[in-house]
């Protein structure tokens, strides 16, 4: 008798070559449960739905004009369609479309001011890769593209900056979506005024909008609280500072692509210059501002 107790005739076809009898079974490593499968795929879903670009672009305009939409608002418009429902009804069949659309976007959005994503360290690396972004383009732009398929990559003259690490960031899901390049990973970018929790308040915008299109959605927002800003000037640095960032990414899609319009490109810098004086800020007044300090405690949801 087989001393594995095993009455099975000891045949090829039985056990085929490179099997192995076992008294025990085999342990294998456990992974997800179905529930945790299951909600990871109904999450996936709705940030898809989310990321809708008729959500993020005003359907009444003729140019495919962006917009930024609250937390609240987006949960609005989200919970008049059947299939987002559907899902989140099954994802949290206890919680409302906002606070589901709340969980989802908590970790999926990056602030697009730099001050609301890094600390200090964080700040003072991508200050280091600013400039050497700015180098290489006016390399590229004083260059003829054989030069630049000859050089083949950075300008060796300008040290590479240091990496970044989870702890230059504000949020680690920021780092998980920026890494150690700060590399534009995520779904969505946002415009707060402060290191918090996310309320619903907060304005949200689509991450697959170019650089030209987030500077409009930040001069829009401009115009709207254009009366609230000339009450307390300061309340506008945040969204000066994110606009200040991306303006050099407009010039750098020109250059990249010449058939845009330069003619809008220069109005957007125009238009910068227009709300600081506006303001009575200075350019250094947006480069040194800094949000105060994260408050502790959940944000309220009344906002």
């Not at 418009?77 to 949290?92: D, I, S, V």
């Not at 918090?196 to 927002?221: C, E, K, M």
């Not at 990414?249 to 319009?261: E, K, M, T, Y």
């Amino acid at each position: 008798m087989d001393p594995t107790g095993s009455t099975a005739p000891h045949h090829p076809e039985v056990f085929p070559a490179g099997w192995t009898r076992r008294r025990h079974p085999i342990h294998r490593e456990a992974g997800p449960d179905w529930d945790t499968t299951v909600r990871g795929i109904l999450r996936e879903r709705m940030l898809d739905l989310c990321e809708a670009p008729r959500l993020w672009f005003d359907a009444a305009a003729e140019d495919r004009h962006p917009v930024a939409r609250s937390v609240r608002k987006l949960s609005e418009l989200l919970g008049a369609e059947e299939e987002f429902t559907a899902l989140a009804a099954l994802y949290a069949p206890e919680e409302s479309i906002l606070d589901v659309l709340l969980e989802l976007l908590a970790d999926e959005q990056v602030p697009q001011a730099a001050p609301l994503r890094y600390k200090p360290s964080g700040l003072n690396k991508r200050r280091r890769w600013e400039e050497l972004w700015e180098a290489q383009r006016h390399t590229d732009s004083s260059s003829t593209t054989e030069d630049r398929r000859e050089r083949g990559g950075l300008d060796e003259a300008v040290p590479v900056p240091p990496r970044f690490t989870s702890a230059d960031f504000f949020k680690s899901s920021y780092w998980k979506q920026r890494g150690k390049f700060d590399i534009p990973n995520e779904r969505f970018t946002s415009f707060p005024s402060s290191v918090a929790p996310l309320p619903p308040s907060t304005l949200i915008g689509w991450a697959g909008w170019d650089a030209r299109a987030r500077a409009q959605v930040v001069l829009d927002l401009l115009e709207a609280d254009a009366h609230a800003h000339a009450q307390r000037p300061e309340s506008a640095l945040p969204l000066l500072r994110a606009l200040a960032e991306v303006l050099p990414w407009v010039r750098a899609g020109h250059a990249l692509d010449p058939a845009s319009p330069l003619d809008d490109d220069e109005a957007l810098s125009h238009a910068y210059e227009h709300h600081i004086t506006r303001l009575g800020l200075s350019t250094e007044d947006v480069s040194s501002w800094r949000p105060p300090a994260p408050k502790r405690g959940r944000p309220r949801k009344d906002g």
